[in-house]
């Protein structure tokens, strides 16, 4: 700061440094005296500054509320995904609690169980001879009713009538089953035991190709005929001797030098009958298959 000398009659002049705003302010013309595009320029830039200012603002305080709506979004997203993972586990679920919740015992009786029985067998086209209810047993849970049935059919529509057991609203087994061939069917003979208590048990669906072929029809075409024969009696008299051979398709009777389907008889003795059939020869002893 320096101070200069008045002479007289005149006034002293203060003049103070010039600070460095003020050197850098010195060439600017004054605002009236600015162009128009110095103008657009600075009001640009101070609206850049104020644009990157509100950003910075929303971004940190989100007056908007928009990472509270991303938030809730996920949210809602995991919580879609848990409900789907849960909606496909659900036959497992029920199945799961079938079997451990207690069953409440249906209130049967025989007269229902005869005819829901005989519809089956309709169905699978065995002919029942006799259905008649048998004696009770078991407690609790395990209490069942015992059906007597008899019938006869095939193998086929026995099985029909087994796999539609199934399909019961009780469990209903066979504790006795005896089958028997007779002719060209089969003799059926069962005892069935019905479970109020206990749920039927669904089978397993196998392929037309897995179908179980006929044991008895295999067993009967098996070998050859003459195998199955056995020596069923001798009558004899004075004039003449006969041999009883029973082969699968009843009894017959034969002397010797007569013709059973191919096989021929070449000797009946007091024990044994002798038949040739393709080359071979038999020996037919009592209750003894061909040899």
């Not at 991303?70 to 079938?98: C, E, S």
């Not at 061939?181 to 003979?189: C, E, Y």
Request: glycine residues 10%.
């Amino acid at each position: 700061m320096s101070t200069m000398p008045a002479q007289a009659g005149q006034e002293r002049v203060l003049v103070l440094p010039q600070s460095g705003a003020g050197n850098a302010l010195r060439g600017w013309p004054p605002l009236h005296a600015w162009s128009t595009r110095r103008r657009m320029a600075v009001a640009l830039t101070i609206a850049v500054l104020a644009l990157a200012t509100a950003s910075g603002a929303c971004i940190v305080g989100d007056p908007l509320g928009v990472h509270a709506a991303r938030a809730a979004l996920q949210a809602a997203q995991k919580r879609n995904g848990d409900a789907r993972q849960v909606l496909a586990r659900l036959p497992a679920l029920r199945a799961a609690a079938a079997r451990t919740t207690p069953r409440a015992p249906r209130a049967g009786n025989s007269a229902d169980d005869i005819r829901r029985i005989s519809q089956l067998a309709a169905q699978s086209g065995l002919v029942l001879h006799a259905l008649e209810p048998g004696a009770v047993g078991g407690a609790q849970a395990e209490a069942f009713r015992s059906i007597r049935l008899a019938a006869q059919g095939n193998f086929a529509q026995l099985r029909g009538l087994l796999e539609g057991l199934a399909s019961e609203p009780a469990l209903t087994v066979p504790s006795e089953l005896a089958i028997r061939r007779t002719g060209t069917g089969l003799s059926v003979s069962a005892t069935l035991h019905v479970y109020d208590a206990l749920p039927a048990v669904p089978l397993a669906v196998a392929s037309p190709a897995a179908a179980a072929p006929d044991p008895f029809t295999h067993a009967a075409t098996a070998g050859r005929a003459e195998d199955r024969w056995r020596l069923a009696g001798i009558l004899q008299d004075r004039q003449r001797i006969v041999a009883l051979v029973e082969t699968p398709e009843g009894v017959v009777t034969a002397q010797a030098g007569e013709a059973i389907g191919d096989a021929r008889v070449l000797e009946i003795g007091p024990a044994r009958v002798v038949v040739a059939a393709g080359g071979t020869t038999r020996a037919l002893g009592w209750a003894e298959a061909a040899k």
